[in-house]
């Protein structure tokens, strides 16, 4: 894939990613993921903010990581735990003001929020 | 400087945040409280959803439309439409033809006409301004050429690859120039700064297939891709 002749690849979250990005770095492509949304977000069986911080800590090891899902979002989630995630990559690695931008904007939509949590 | 970190960081630079692209599926759907049929087919919801993710979960690039059947199903394959999740293809039209017959019934290539394209471009000319204002790259998500070939010849695209690899060497090279279309349309007509080509049936395969059938068949939607100055990713 890092061969391909693209930019950029995502991986799902089966691959390790520590060892995507250093092919990726070999390749001098960036690399994309891959945040365990099955677990996390599907199942919710896995912590949200140990996921990210395992993102984190294996991407930020190579130039040209950016944060991703592991696959695709195809059925209902609890939107609050994507939240979470989002406000941990936040605290972890930008400003202080990008933090008080997201939040603002994510209780403008408590009202969702609180909607589908009652589902 | 969203749109630029998430681009630079594509490009395999380091930058000084780490950028955020979400594959978002179809979770827009559930954002604006409506089917997923019905998001996936209607021009305003779908660029309402792109910015609504967007809002919401401040992210540096948004798919405008994240649905790997859509190419399919302007070559005539059938969809099952689901509610709370992305179609299924349920008939294709390759799929019960003897491999003689296959050469000649290929359907013919779409164009930005054909199928959801209109709907797809009318939500792209919706959506760029509002993400543009934000700073936000518009992200096109095009069928790879195994998706493309796995959704129109069904499970014997596999036996065709032991048993008969000239015709598979032609469905993955009509294929990729279905990828090749649908990136450019991405690239060119409606302006995406990015264009991903999603091939995860293509991590199936083994390494010397993926070479030999998907590696040759990708390179069209690149060489558009770049010609138009955007950023291109591979998607498995």
């Keep these: 894939m890092a061969s391909s002749g693209a930019h950029s690849i995502a991986i799902d979250e089966c691959m390790a990613l520590g060892y995507v990005g250093e092919i990726a770095q070999d390749y001098h492509v960036g690399f994309l993921g891959n945040f365990h949304v099955t677990n996390a977000l599907f199942e919710e069986t896995e912590e949200v903010t140990a996921d990210v911080q395992r993102c984190i800590d294996e991407g930020t090891r190579f130039p040209g990581y950016v944060f991703g899902l592991g696959g695709p ?47 | 400087m969203a749109k630029d970190h998430l681009i630079r960081a594509l490009r395999g630079e380091r930058v000084a945040q780490i950028p955020w692209l979400p594959h978002i599926g179809t979770h827009a759907a559930q954002l604006l409280d409506v089917s997923v049929s019905h998001y996936l087919q209607d021009a305003a919801l779908l660029a309402r959803g792109a910015v609504l993710c967007t809002d919401r979960y401040q992210c540096d690039g948004i798919p405008l439309l994240d649905d ?66 934000r700073n936000v790259a518009l992200v096109g998500v095009a069928a790879g050429p195994c998706t493309i070939a796995y959704q129109l010849r069904g499970m014997r695209l596999f036996a065709d690859l032991f048993r008969n690899p000239d015709l598979a060497s032609r469905l993955f090279a009509y294929a990729g120039q279905i990828s090749a279309i649908s990136a450019r349309i991405y690239a060119e007509v409606i302006g995406c700064d990015i264009v991903a080509i999603n091939d995860t049936p293509a991590t199936m395969l083994q390494p010397a297939y993926f070479r030999q059938y998907v590696l040759p068949n990708l390179q069209a939607a690149w060489q558009i891709i770049h010609a138009a100055g955007k950023t291109s990713s591979l998607w498995a």
């Design chain 1, 73 to 119: 979002l195809t059925q209902h989630i609890n939107s609050s735990r994507l939240d979470t995630a989002v406000t941990t990559l936040f605290h972890q690695t930008r400003s202080t003001q990008s933090i008080s931008s997201f939040t603002e904007n994510h209780s403008s939509d408590e009202a969702i929020v609180q909607k589908e949590d009652e589902r």
């Design chain 2, 68 to 133: 790997p059947s859509m190419e399919a199903m302007t070559l005539g394959c059938v969809p099952h439409w689901s509610e709370q999740g992305p179609p299924s293809i349920v008939s294709s039209p390759l799929s019960m033809l003897s491999t003689e017959q296959l050469s000649e019934y290929l359907p013919p290539l779409p164009d930005e006409t054909t199928g959801r394209w209109p709907t797809v471009i009318a939500a792209g000319a919706l959506a760029k301004p509002e993400l543009e204002r």
